[in-house]
């Protein structure tokens, strides 16, 4: 099966040592999963994208249409835009069968695709519930990560050369 390139530097740095056990007791409390991949930089990029889920879910005033859901959701389209960005480059350094980095990056690219639609329909006045619009971010969020992002943790090596533990 055709591999991306294995081992480089920049992707050994990006690891830390850990095993199933850390990463299952490492559960946000937002969303009650287990959400971290084992790649620091992923890490806490996902947690400050979690951190805008958080703020919405904790603002009853910010529904679809008002200045504070559009603040937030523009924060979120840019911190979403710039973590694609640093994820894509691990994906493809780290030795993860190609079929998988192209059907992750193809992910990416339809919740961007949804956040510009998204956008485009608040702007033009389409009526969109609060919860709604806060089950499409946790889509794009959460149910990203354990569907896709999590998959990482089967391909990164840890500093001693061997992968986490299934
Ligand atoms: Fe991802
Ligand atoms: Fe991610």
Redesign the pocket.
């Known amino acids: 099966m055709a591999h991306v390139a294995r081992g480089l530097p920049a992707c050994r740095l990006a690891l830390e040592s850990q095993n199933l056990e850390r990463r299952a007791a490492n559960r946000h409390p937002a969303t009650e999963f287990a959400i971290r991949v084992g790649v620091p930089a ?1 890490d806490r ?2 947690a400050a994208l979690v951190a805008q889920l958080d703020r919405l879910n904790a603002n009853p005033d910010a529904h679809p249409g008002t200045e504070t859901f559009s603040e937030i959701l523009s924060r979120l389209g840019r911190q979403i835009n710039a ?1 694609f960005d640093s ?1 894509e480059a691990i994906l493809r350094e780290c030795a993860m069968p190609t079929e998988i980095v192209l059907e992750h990056i193809q992910a990416h690219t339809e919740i961007l695709d949804q956040y510009s639609r998204l956008n485009l329909e608040l702007m033009n006045g389409k009526a969109l519930s609060r919860d709604e619009a806060l089950g499409m971010i946790r889509r794009w969020i959460v149910d ?2 354990l569907h896709h ?1 999590m998959k990482l943790t089967q391909y990164v090596h840890t500093e001693s050369g061997t992968p986490p533990n299934p």
């Open positions: 992923i990029e996902h973590h994820e990203h990560v992002d």
